[in-house]
T-cell receptor, first 112, second 114 residues
Framework: GQQLNQSPQSMFIQEGEDVSMNCTSS?????WLWYKQDPGEGPVLLIA?????ELTSNGRLTAQFGITRKDSFLNISASIPSDVGIYFC????????????FGKGTHLIIQP | NAGVTQTPKFQVLKTGQSMTLQCAQD?????MSWYRQDPGMGLRLIHY???????DQGEVPNGYNVSRSTTEDFPLRLLSAAPSQTSVYFC?????????????FGPGTRLTVL
C-alpha cells in the first residue's frame, strides 16, 4: 500500500524558532493534508493542498505541495508553546480503500 | 454542533470479551470512518462507510465489524478482543462523498485489552 515517510521524527526547538518538516510518498498523490494532534485529542486539520506546486498559509503555518506530487512540506514560523504536538501528513489511501494514509508523525517539542 | 463524538473515552477489556465503540456525528456527513493509532505510528484505516447501509474494509479490518444503519452513527464492534487490539481508536467523518479528502476526527477511545 501507500507509504508516507515523515521527517524528522522529532524536533526539539526553542520558542520563537522557525520549524520545517516534510513528508515523502512512494507514489503520486492528488491531495496532501497536514494535521496536528494534541495529547489526548484527535487530529485536527491544519492545511489541505490540492495542486502540484501549491503554497498555502494558515496563520504562521505554510505548506507546499511538491512539484513531483510525491512530497509536501510544512513550515511553522516563530514557534510558540501551543505549537507543541504531533504533526501528521496524510494523503489518499491506495489499494482501493476510500480513506487516508498517514505518516508516522513529527513530534514537536519546545524547550524552555 | 457537537461534531464527531465517541464513547467511551477509556475502556479496559479482557481477552475474548466483546464490545462496541460508539461514534456519532451531527454534521449530516455521508462519509464516516474508523482508524486505529498505535504508539509511534500514524493512523491506520480499519473500516469506512460512504453512506447509510454501505460499509467497506480499510487497511486493517480483521477482528472488527461495522454497520451503518443511519447517517449519524457508525459503531465499531470487537467480537472477541485480543491484546493486539490495544490501541487508540478514532472515528472521523467528511462532508465530501469520498474519504480521500479532509476528515474531521473525534476525540478517540483508548482501549486496553488484557
Amino acid at each position: 500500500g501507500q507509504q508516507l515517510n515523515q521527517s524528522p521524527q522529532s524536533m526539539f526547538i526553542q520558542e520563537g524558532e522557525d520549524v520545517s518538516m516534510n513528508c515523502t510518498s512512494s507514489s503520486i498523490f492528488n491531495t496532501w493534508l497536514w494535521y496536528k494532534q494534541d495529547p489526548g485529542e484527535g487530529p485536527v486539520l491544519l492545511i489541505a493542498l490540492y495542486k502540484a506546486g501549491e503554497l498555502t498559509s494558515n496563520g504562521r503555518l505554510t505548506a507546499q505541495f511538491g512539484i513531483t506530487r510525491k512530497d509536501s512540506f510544512l513550515n511553522i514560523s516563530a514557534s510558540i508553546p501551543s505549537d507543541v504536538g504531533i504533526y501528521f501528513c496524510a494523503g489518499p489511501s491506495g489499494g482501493g480503500a476510500d480513506g487516508l494514509t498517514f505518516g508516522k508523525g513529527t513530534h514537536l517539542i519546545i524547550q524552555p | 454542533n457537537a461534531g464527531v463524538t465517541q464513547t467511551p473515552k477509556f475502556q479496559v477489556l479482557k481477552t475474548g470479551q466483546s464490545m462496541t465503540l460508539q461514534c456519532a456525528q451531527d454534521m449530516n456527513h455521508e462519509y464516516m470512518s474508523w482508524y486505529r493509532q498505535d504508539p509511534g505510528m500514524g493512523l491506520r484505516l480499519i473500516h469506512y462507510s460512504v453512506g447509510a447501509g454501505i460499509t467497506d474494509q480499510g487497511e486493517v479490518p480483521n477482528g472488527y465489524n461495522v454497520s451503518r444503519s443511519t447517517t449519524e452513527d457508525f459503531p465499531l464492534r470487537l467480537l472477541s478482543a485480543a491484546p493486539s487490539q490495544t490501541s487508540v481508536y478514532f472515528c472521523a467523518s467528511s462532508y465530501q462523498t469520498s474519504g480521500r479528502d479532509e476528515q474531521f476526527f473525534g476525540p478517540g477511545t483508548r482501549l486496553t485489552v488484557l
